[in-house]
């Protein structure tokens, strides 16, 4: 436990639900990757299959972060499981709540050509991811890092005069 608080640079216990959550997060994943490759197999080759992913996914998350470690100007390393789960969080809740608005809407692929459908909808996910992406950040103590996360995301759009 020692050695991973060192290498994750966690002071206080509670910071470790992040390491947990992304572990949990990752094997999930892994999980989830295998049954829909392996459709109708055995559970227990599932399994299998399954691990080899799951470490094959954490070489590919640690190298991610050693690399966005640098580029990202965080205070510890705990902080990059955070940020992952705060953009898987927002990336699904946006989905989530985008669909029964664009229904509220009365926008549907029956009443719309596909292309405008699929533009919408787009559009109207994206909206709320940002929305999301900032008050979920506040949630897991990621304000700071994400509103400048967004104010440079807007910017590149374009749209910086909306946030001054």
Do not use: C
Not at 64 to 77: A, C, P
Not at 107 to 127: H, M, Q, V
């Amino acid at each position: 436990m020692k050695i991973l608080k060192e290498r994750w640079e966690i002071s206080k216990n509670w910071q470790l639900i992040f390491p947990l959550l992304g572990v949990i997060g990752l094997g999930y994943s892994s999980y989830r990757l295998s049954s829909l490759f392996l459709k109708n197999q055995h559970i227990i080759f599932n399994i299998i299959v399954s691990i080899g992913l799951f470490f094959l996914l954490l070489k590919l998350v640690l190298f991610i972060f050693e690399k966005l470690e640098s580029k990202w100007n965080i205070s510890y390393r705990w902080e990059l499981i955070s940020i992952f789960i705060v953009f898987a969080v927002t990336g699904s809740s946006s989905v989530f709540i985008g669909k029964p608005i664009i229904k509220l809407m009365g926008i549907t692929k029956d009443n719309l050509p596909s292309f405008a459908y699929w533009t919408l909808y787009i559009l109207i996910g994206f909206i709320f991811y940002q929305i999301l992406l900032v008050a979920i950040g506040w949630i897991f103590g990621q304000f700071k890092f994400f509103w400048a996360f967004e104010k440079k995301m807007l910017s590149r759009l374009g749209l910086k005069r909306f946030l001054d």
